[in-house]
């Protein structure tokens, strides 16, 4: 992928995080219950959780079941799974709605729904330059996740691919998994069941195992209404594969709504402007340098990205205005001088 958007980026390494957890946890229940194969399970695994040494935990435990307790929390670890590669996907579509109001002005000019008063900086009572609310309180008019891709098109002009579109129907089943596990304990009702068995759902399936699947895809399980969903973490990280998909054509799309320079102002805003940010890794000479490496090893990964000169001179010609006769007025280039060396 030649170019990123920061909301992609940090999705990207949530999703991996996220699946390599769901695997090593998985790795270790299994091999607990290998342990755990012998006539003295019950007072085995009791002394396994005591050798744990959690403060607020007694000691002398014994579990009746215990093959039955572990299996209990591979279930509830494929749960969680599917409630958190949908909780990163709400997020990203949220952060990108963000992304491309803040730095993108073909998006604010031409998108009626991405139009508002915007300036990236404001002054805060402290005569500090800080982050400006009024792109993430337009992110905020964004409705339930249930109506997240529509809105995605109709506030961005996005268009999924012809092969995208055949696979959707899969997120209307993610996203019903989701709310099962969240507000119904995992149990299967009617609607789930009807949708799960669905023509629709199945000629999904079949499509997404054409075109993206580099191997054959696990079973779904039997939806039955009443029962209990019989997800496993393989299914967790297979929902986080098909949204991964979905994250892939919103970033490519949402970078063509960027230039080159709007690509330097987000750069200058994640590096320099925000509190916090986990790809600050390397002291830098200078502010050119933390903005260049933003753009170089982060958001134009496969291409050039601009020089000191470049990143200088656009910085230096966005000003920062807070009030005709104040005495603080600014540019992005002095607030990324600033910041420079506060972050030193």
Not at 3 to 10: D, G, K, P, S, W
Not at 251 to 279: K, Q, R, W
Request: glycine share 4%; net charge positive.
């Amino acid at each position: 992928m030649a170019r990123t958007i920061e909301a992609y980026a940090t999705y990207h390494r949530k999703k991996e995080l996220l699946t390599d957890h769901l695997q090593v946890a998985t790795a270790g229940l299994s091999l607990l219950k290998r342990n755990i194969q012998t006539s003295n399970a019950p007072a085995l695994l009791g002394s396994l959780v005591d050798a744990c040494a959690v403060q607020h935990w007694g000691k002398g435990k014994q579990y009746k079941s215990a093959d039955e307790k572990v299996d209990t929390a591979l279930a509830s670890l494929a749960d969680q799974g599917v409630i958190q590669h949908v909780a990163a996907f709400d997020l990203f579509t949220r952060n990108l709605v963000q992304d491309i109001v803040r730095f993108s002005s073909r998006a604010r000019d031409t998108l009626p729904h991405c139009k508002h008063d915007h300036q990236l900086l404001r002054l805060s009572p402290a005569n500090r330059w800080v982050s400006d609310h009024c792109c993430h309180d337009l992110s905020g008019r964004l409705d339930t996740l249930s109506k997240r891709l529509d809105e995605l098109k109709l506030w961005l002009g996005w268009t999924p691919s012809a092969k995208l579109t055949a696979t959707l129907p899969l997120f209307e089943l993610i996203r019903s998994i989701r709310n099962r596990i969240a507000h119904d304990d995992g149990v299967i009702g009617a609607d789930l069941q009807e949708l799960a068995a669905s023509e629709e759902i199945k000629a999904a399936l079949t499509a997404f195992r054409a075109e993206y699947a580099k191997r054959d895809l696990p079973a779904l399980p039997t939806f039955k209404r009443g029962l209990r969903l019989n997800m496993t973490t393989v299914h967790a990280i297979l929902f986080g594969a098909f949204l991964y998909e979905i994250a892939k054509e919103l970033n490519t799309y949402g970078t063509t709504l960027f230039n080159d320079e709007e690509y330097i102002d987000m750069a200058f805003y994640y590096s320099c402007v925000v509190e916090e940010h986990p790809f600050r890794t390397l002291r830098h000479r200078s502010a050119a340098n933390r903005i260049a490496y933003f753009l170089a090893e982060r958001y134009w990964r496969d291409s050039a990205a601009p020089g000191a000169s470049a990143i200088t001179n656009r910085l230096a010609g966005e000003t920062l205005v807070h009030s005709p006769q104040a005495k603080f007025n600014s540019s992005y280039w002095k607030v990324a001088l600033s910041r420079h060396q506060e972050l030193l």
